[in-house]
Structures are given as structure tokens and as C-alpha cells.
């Protein structure tokens, strides 16, 4: 991008195609550049490294991730499974309409049959039928701090997980497997929390106030300072949610008369603001490169649609690590394509930050990039730094801009101080200015512990998806039945996980998904594998195609049928 870059994002500036004397062949930018070609369906590369990059220039350092295809027959019975489930559902269903099952969840009065309903009906359908289930598995209170082991609230249910009950009893010492502690700064001892009872004691937990009123303090600048300096970026600007900077901050960026085109996979903050922004939204495939050059080739050829006028703005939209898939976008090729279409590129960093990168800086420093070449940075605080927020970066008239024009900067209440000092300690202590190598320690036992715990799931049989470098790591569980199984049958050995199915995974691909951490320790890992190796067995969920074990029925086990 040219120095004025930013400034046309800001005022509209129009996007033209630059040809450069070249004919686009039918692979388009992506052979003319010697990037590797993608395949042509999504997620199905039979072998581990077909993904690998084999162009030097583009990667300094080699790109593997692994999307194993779903064996057939675990597809058939996964969908079987699921339609044994909704024909028991609409049985249910009726027994309760006749009032011989009671029914717990809320339904339209008889006086409103006539009204638009309230609820959605199959999401009702799918929530007391399917979801309940397996509820147990989610909103478990703990009752520690969540670092690498964890305390929970026992509690039980007596109406098959419709409500619960806590017994007042503690499960102690769970391995935590499931959150975003990356670096192991969610601890309430050591230099972080010191520095944020300081913070405490100086400012108060809360400001009540927004920044452009009364709530800007030196703390909230200094933040913004450091992590501008952090992220190599002229400026940066800090907000208190992090759902909330993209999903107030995309509206300010794009209106009508632009374009987004947005990554399949990205989150719901993003598909959000994207929508609030009334902005025309395009989708490509999650990590193709060719599915997104024909979006960018397309928009530009014809611009909008009936005027056919061309775009304000083309506005890609991509995150650095896909929390559901462990998958790390292909920034270098990115790039390449928006420079090349003149678009502008919205990079959001909530899991990358002080998780890749040989600094921690996040998924440009991972591929060794300039940050310029990202107009608008992204990210969180309530991941690798262990605190709450988000921040977005890049030159200083973009960054001027947001705070006169975001409506999370002009209407939210500011960062609350103590938090924007976790944030400043961790921040220095991955920098190494706290005159320590712990953040450089921390940065090297994740991209170890990472290493290792997937290499060891893989020797084991199972099928994971992701980068090779992603802390991120989901286990693919596919059938609906053992997915409350497989988090039960884990904490019953204390281990502490995510179990994720349908609609936040494709309805086949229900997973099991692992946050590796800093803080965690070998014997910590070889526990939890050693507990996944011995559910794996007792659930036949080793589908990894170097074994091809039969699967069970998961969808008639005695569990999934008793548990409603």
C-alpha cells in the first residue's frame, strides 16, 4: 500500500485494478505469483502436508496444516445419528403437546397463536431436544483462578439438565485444557497481579465515565503507547470488550457503497460488524486464496451491482488464528492479493497475539512481515495477556479518525484501570522490558508444549486439524452422542475441556477442542493425553486413517438415548 493508504480507507477512496501489463491465467494472481495452488475443495486434503507451501519468497519458514477428510462411514452414521435424535425429538414433541411429558422450556401462550412468534421454531426444536442433552458439558461455575489447573463447582441435575443443583462440594485440581491462557498470565500472583492491586489501590476499579468525557487517564495512554510500540504501528487505540471492537468498528470503517469480503470462518464479532455496517458482504472459503482473488477480480470487474459503479472501498476481512479450526491465515498471500487488487485488509489478532511469533507479536511477526503492509490491526487482551479488551492499531489519521467516529470509543465506559495495568505488566514482560527473560520463556514453552501435545495426539490415532504451530488444537469427535460423553468421561478423570458441535461446527464435524498453555507443564500434558488415549479407547474415536479402528454407534448408545 502507498503512505496514503489509510487516509483513502478514511475518506472512500475508490479501488481500481492494477494490471501492470499482465494477463491473469486461469489460476490467476495466485500462479503469476508462484503461490502454491489450493485445492479445490474445502478442508479435504487427504494427506497432512498437502497444504505446504512451496514458494520461499512468500514463506520463510514452512506452513503445514492438517484437515484429514471425514471417513465415510463416521459421516453416515454422524448424520444417522442426528436423525435418530430428531425423529425421538418430534416424538417428544408430541408427548408433550398432549401434555403426557412435561415440558420445560417456554412456549407461546394460547392467546398469541395468532402473533409472529417469538421463537424460532427448529431452534427451540434443536435447543430442548438435542442441546439439553448435553448441557451439562457447558457453564460449569469455577471457583479458582484459570490458569493451568482449575477448581469447579460440583452440581448435578435431577431433571436431565434442565436445571441444576451445586452439592456445595469442589472439584479440585482440573487440569485446564480449555482456556485462552496462552502465555499463563491468568494467575493472581507473581508481578501482574502485584501491579493491578497496585492499580487498584491508585485509580479504582471502575471510571464511569466514557474516554471522551471524563474517563481518559495517563494509564489508558500509556497503554495505547505501549502497545502501539508493541505491534510496530504508528498508533493504537484500546477498548473494553473485545466483541465489541470489531463490532462497532467495522460499521466506522465501511458503509454503504463498500464492499467486505469476509473469511467462512470468521467470528461472530466480525460477521456482526459487518452487517451493522450495511456494507454489501461477500463470503470466500476459508483460507483460499483462489476463491478470494475471483471475489477481489469480480468486484473490481464489475463493480456494484445494477449501477455498476466502482467500490468505495473492498475492505478483506480475516483472523490470524480460526479459534474452531486451529488454522493460520495465510497472511503472506493476503497481502500479496490486496496489494495487487488495491484493497484493504482488516486483520483480527484475538488468539494470534503473544501466541505466534518468535516476539509474540502475533501472525505478521510469525511470517516475519512488515505491519504496514495491515491497514487495520485487531485484537484482544483477554487471551495471551490474561486481562479483558481489545485494541485496534495502524497510522495515526485512521486511529484519529475511530476516536471521533467509533461507537465504542465515544459511548462505552473506559477500561477499567487495573485491567489496563495486567495488560501494560504482561505486555512488558513479553517485550522483555521488565528486565527478565520470563516473556521470552513463557513465548518459547508454548510453541513447545504446542509441538508436543500434537504430535503426541497424532501418534495416538487421532484425527486434529489446525497449523502445526497453533496452540489451538481441536480433537475431531464427529458423532452427536459423544460429545457430551467425551467432556463427561474427561472430567470424570479431571481434565477440564470444550466440547463444540452443531450449529458452531459443520453438523459432522463436532470436536473436541484444546487450549495448550505456557503454564502447563509435561506431566500436566502427559496426564491429559494419557486421560484422551483412554477415552479415545472407550469412545472409539481414533478415526485416524493409519489405524481405521470400526466406530461405535454412538447415536444408540444407552447414554444418548437415558439422557433425557
Given at each position: ?9 478514511l475518506n472512500?477512496g475508490?479501488?481500481?485494478?492494477s ?7 486461469k489460476?490467476?494472481f495466485v500462479k503469476?505469483h508462484?503461490?502454491f495452488?489450493?485445492?479445490?475443495k ?9 497444504n505446504?507451501?512451496?514458494?520461499s ?8 496444516e492438517?484437515?484429514?477428510e471425514?471417513p ?6 454422524t448424520y444417522?445419528?442426528?436423525?435418530i435424535?430428531?425423529i ?5 414433541d408430541?408427548?408433550?403437546?398432549w401434555?403426557?411429558?412435561k ?7 394460547d392467546?398469541q397463536?395468532?402473533?409472529?412468534p417469538?421463537y ?6 434443536y435447543?430442548?431436544?438435542?442441546y439439553?442433552?448435553i448441557?451439562d458439558n457447558?457453564n ?6 484459570p490458569?493451568a489447573?482449575v477448581n469447579?463447582?460440583?452440581r448435578v441435575?435431577?431433571?436431565?439438565n434442565?436445571t441444576?443443583e ?5 472439584v479440585?485440581e482440573v ?5 485462552y491462557?496462552y ?11 502485584d501491579?493491578?492491586?497496585e ?6 476499579v471502575?471510571v464511569?465515565?466514557?474516554?471522551c468525557?471524563m474517563?481518559?487517564?495517563?494509564i489508558h495512554?500509556?497503554l ?13 487505540m ?7 471492537t470489531n463490532?462497532?468498528?467495522i460499521?466506522?470503517?465501511?458503509g ?6 469476509s473469511d467462512e470462518?470468521n ?7 459487518a452487517?451493522?455496517?450495511a ?10 486464496m ?8 469480480d ?5 456494484q ?6 467500490w468505495?472501498k ?22 500479496a ?6 484493497a484493504?485488509l482488516?486483520?483480527?489478532e484475538?488468539?494470534?497475539i ?19 503492509d495491515v ?6 487482551f483477554?487471551?495471551?495477556?490474561g486481562?479483558a479488551g481489545?485494541y485496534?492499531?495502524g497510522?495515526k489519521?485512521l486511529?484519529?479518525?475511530?476516536r471521533?467516529h ?11 484501570p ?5 495488560i ?17 520463556s ?8 504446542t509441538?508436543y ?6 501418534e495416538?490415532?487421532f484425527?486434529?486439524?489446525?497449523n502445526?504451530?497453533s496452540?489451538v488444537v481441536p ?20 481434565i ?12 459432522i464435524?463436532?470436536?473436541?477442542r484444546f487450549?495448550?498453555?505456557a503454564?502447563h507443564?509435561r506431566?500436566m ?15 472409539q474415536?481414533?478415526?485416524?486413517r493409519?489405524?481405521q479402528?470400526?466406530?461405535s454407534?454412538?447415536?444408540m448408545?444407552?447414554?444418548s438415548?437415558?439422557?433425557?
Amino acid at each position: 500500500m502507498t503512505g496514503s493508504s489509510a487516509t483513502k480507507l478514511l475518506n472512500g477512496g475508490v479501488c481500481h485494478r492494477s494490471v501492470n501489463g499482465k494477463n491473469a491465467s486461469k489460476n490467476g494472481f495466485v500462479k503469476n505469483h508462484c503461490l502454491f495452488e489450493q485445492p479445490r475443495k474445502y478442508r479435504r486434503p487427504g494427506e497432512k502436508n498437502q497444504n505446504a507451501t512451496h514458494n520461499s519468497s512468500l514463506y520463510k519458514k514452512p506452513f503445514a496444516e492438517s484437515f484429514e477428510e471425514t471417513p465415510l462411514l463416521v459421516a453416515v452414521l454422524t448424520y444417522m445419528g442426528y436423525g435418530i435424535l430428531t425423529i425421538f425429538g418430534y416424538l417428544r414433541d408430541f408427548l408433550r403437546h398432549w401434555n403426557i411429558e412435561k415440558c420445560h422450556v417456554a412456549r407461546e401462550r394460547d392467546e398469541q397463536k395468532d402473533f409472529v412468534p417469538l421463537y424460532q421454531d427448529f431452534e427451540n426444536f434443536y435447543t430442548r431436544n438435542l442441546y439439553m442433552r448435553i448441557r451439562d458439558n457447558w457453564n460449569r461455575p469455577i471457583c479458582s483462578v484459570p490458569g493451568a489447573k482449575v477448581n469447579l463447582v460440583e452440581r448435578v441435575t435431577h431433571n436431565y439438565n434442565w436445571t441444576f443443583e451445586h452439592t456445595g462440594k469442589v472439584v479440585k485440581e482440573v487440569i485446564n485444557m480449555g482456556s485462552y491462557n496462552y502465555l499463563g498470565f491468568a494467575e493472581n500472583v507473581g508481578t501482574c497481579a502485584d501491579a493491578a492491586v497496585e492499580a487498584t489501590h491508585k485509580y479504582g476499579v471502575g471510571v464511569a465515565s466514557t474516554r471522551c468525557e471524563m474517563g481518559n487517564l495517563d494509564i489508558h495512554e500509556e497503554l495505547e503507547q505501549l502497545a502501539a510500540r508493541f505491534l510496530g504501528v504508528e498508533s493504537s487505540m484500546s477498548f473494553g470488550m473485545g466483541f465489541a471492537t470489531n463490532s462497532m468498528n467495522i460499521p466506522a470503517l465501511t458503509g454503504k457503497g463498500c464492499l467486505i469480503l469476509s473469511d467462512e470462518l470468521n467470528h461472530a464479532s466480525l460477521v456482526l460488524g459487518a452487517r451493522l455496517s450495511a456494507s454489501t458482504i461477500r463470503v470466500f472459503k476459508h483460507n483460499n486464496m483462489q476463491s478470494l482473488e475471483k471475489l477481489l477480480r469480480d468486484a473490481i470487474v464489475h463493480g456494484q451491482p445494477r449501477t455498476h459503479r466502482p467500490w468505495k472501498k473492498i475492505l478483506i476481512v480475516v483472523e490470524g488464528i480460526y479459534s474452531m479450526e486451529g488454522s493460520i491465515v495465510r497472511l503472506p498471500e493476503v497481502i500479496a492479493l490486496k496489494k495487487r487488487y488495491k484493497a484493504y485488509l482488516y486483520l483480527d489478532e484475538a488468539h494470534s497475539i503473544g501466541a505466534l511469533g518468535p516476539n509474540g507479536k502475533g501472525v505478521v511477526d510469525y511470517f516475519g512481515l512488515d505491519p504496514r503492509d495491515v491497514d487495520i490491526m485487531m485484537g484482544t487482551f483477554t487471551k495471551s495477556f490474561g486481562a479483558a479488551g481489545g485494541y485496534i492499531g495502524g497510522r495515526k489519521d485512521l486511529i484519529d479518525y475511530l476516536r471521533c467516529h467509533s461507537h465504542s470509543a465515544l459511548y462505552a465506559t473506559s477500561m477499567s484501570p487495573p485491567v489496563a495495568q495486567q495488560i501494560i505488566t504482561s505486555m512488558k514482560i513479553i517485550m522483555g522490558e521488565d528486565g527478565t527473560s520470563l516473556g521470552a520463556s513463557r513465548l518459547r514453552q508454548l510453541s513447545e508444549n504446542t509441538t508436543y501435545f500434537r504430535r503426541r495426539l497424532r501418534e495416538l490415532g487421532f484425527i486434529i486439524y489446525g497449523n502445526d504451530d497453533s496452540p489451538v488444537v481441536p480433537l475431531m469427535l464427529y458423532m452427536p452422542a459423544k460429545i457430551g460423553a467425551f467432556g463427561r468421561e474427561m472430567l470424570k478423570r479431571n481434565i477440564g475441556t470444550v466440547v463444540v458441535g452443531f450449529p458452531a461446527t459443520p453438523i459432522i464435524e463436532s470436536r473436541a477442542r484444546f487450549c495448550v498453555s505456557a503454564a502447563h507443564t509435561r506431566e500436566m500434558l502427559d496426564t491429559a493425553l494419557g486421560a484422551i488415549s483412554e477415552v479415545g479407547e472407550l469412545l472409539q474415536i481414533k478415526y485416524s486413517r493409519r489405524q481405521q479402528p470400526l466406530p461405535s454407534l454412538g447415536w444408540m448408545s444407552e447414554e444418548s438415548l437415558l439422557q433425557d
